[in-house]
Nanobody
């Protein structure tokens, strides 16, 4: 059974930092794309960042470029999202997701939630002003 378990969310002041973790288990992710998405109340789920499990190619939404960094630790089967210089508009539930055997290379693919087969339960990030 595939499981993605997020952790690391919380309450932080604007300008602060958080590191989210996504522990993945249940299958081999070597040919997958792992992504982070977020969803605020009343807003559609939006793409944040993605990484190829094998090769480490990374992709970012324009709104987080230069502030967020996605990485993975193959030995721990964990994907991270380091978030710096957080802003109130970053407040949302953050979800980890994995494609199934797809290295997504184009924005129209890696930024699309429907391209991901497995999802975590989400972790709340709240940034106060």
């Amino acid at each position: 059974q595939v499981q993605l378990v997020e952790s690391g969310g919380g309450l932080v002041q604007a300008g602060g930092s958080l590191r989210l973790s996504c522990a993945a288990s249940g299958r081999t992710f070597s040919t997958d794309t792992l992504g982070w998405f977020r969803q605020a109340p009343g807003v559609e789920r939006e793409f944040v960042a993605a990484i190829w499990w094998s090769g480490g190619n990374t992709f970012y939404a324009d709104s987080v470029k230069g502030r967020f960094t996605i990485s993975r630790d193959n030995a721990k089967n964990t994907v991270y999202l380091q978030m710096n210089n957080l802003k109130p508009e970053d407040t949302a539930v953050y979800y980890c997701a994995a494609s199934r055997g797809s290295l997504l290379a184009y924005y129209s693919d890696y930024a699309q939630p429907s391209k991901y087969r497995y999802w975590g339960q989400g972790t709340q990030v709240t940034v106060s002003s």
